[in-house]
T-cell receptor, first 116, second 111 residues
């Protein structure tokens, strides 16, 4: 248990559906991240939030919409996705700015998303 | 630019040592990391090394960093079947919050 919890673990959705992924961290961190993991590709950074403000947005299509209501919770709202969006979506958290010896990202178990 | 590369697959016998290699391109990397991912799970941090260090040892794990060649390796001594997983190398560049990851090396340990 890493202290970062993602729900649901698995999600199947049609291209016209709207769904949301949820992430919660119990580590007292103030930065949260969404990464996308596709088969045989490097992890792709999608969004970074620090102190509930979006500080990075890596050219992600607008059909993905993040929300960070507080430093413990992060959501990814999904709308009219494409089959190529099927992947494992990983949430992570860290302390920002990182202190000495505190340079670590902690990951959740991910949500396996299938878009039909 | 940031680019982290790893070989895709490594197979070893139980009890042998495993060495997983990684190269990176950004000379301003400050920290380098090794994460482990088991099937159906997220990424678990194994160890990390500050860029001014050459080596770090933690029980069965040894990390070697050659900053001149921008080469990082992870050695697992006495590899067990439970070590079978995908291993990701990652770097933190300068003051960036996020890490840049490689594609991962799948380690298969044969009994």
């Amino acid at each position: 248990e890493t202290g970062v919890t993602q729900t649901p673990r698995h999600l199947v959705m049609g291209m016209t559906n709207k769904k949301s992924l949820k992430c919660e961290q119990h580590l007292g961190h103030n930065a949260m991240y969404w990464y996308k993991q596709s088969a045989k590709k490097p992890l792709e950074l999608m969004f970074v939030y620090s102190l509930e403000e979006r500080v990075e947005n890596n050219s992600v299509p607008s059909r993905f919409s993040p929300e960070c209501p507080n430093s413990s919770h992060l959501f990814l709202h999904l709308h009219t996705l494409q089959p190529e969006d099927s992947a494992l979506y990983l949430c992570a958290s860290s302390q920002d700015p990182p202190g000495q010896g505190d340079q670590k990202l902690f990951f959740g178990s991910g949500t396996q998303l299938s878009v039909l | 630019g940031e680019d982290v590369e790893q070989s895709l697959f490594l197979s070893v016998r139980e009890g042998d040592s495993s060495v997983i290699n990684c190269t990176y391109t950004d000379s301003s990397s400050t920290y380098l990391y090794w994460y482990k991912q088991e099937p159906g799970a997220g990424l678990q941090l194994l160890t990390y090394i500050f860029s001014n260090m050459d080596m770090k040892q933690d029980q069965r794990l040894t990390v070697l960093l050659n900053k001149k060649d921008k080469h990082l390796s992870l050695r697992i001594a006495d590899t067990q079947t439970g070590d079978s997983a995908i291993y990701f190398c990652a770097e933190r560049v300068g003051g960036r919050r996020a890490l840049t990851f490689g594609s991962g090396t799948r380690l298969q340990v044969q009994p």
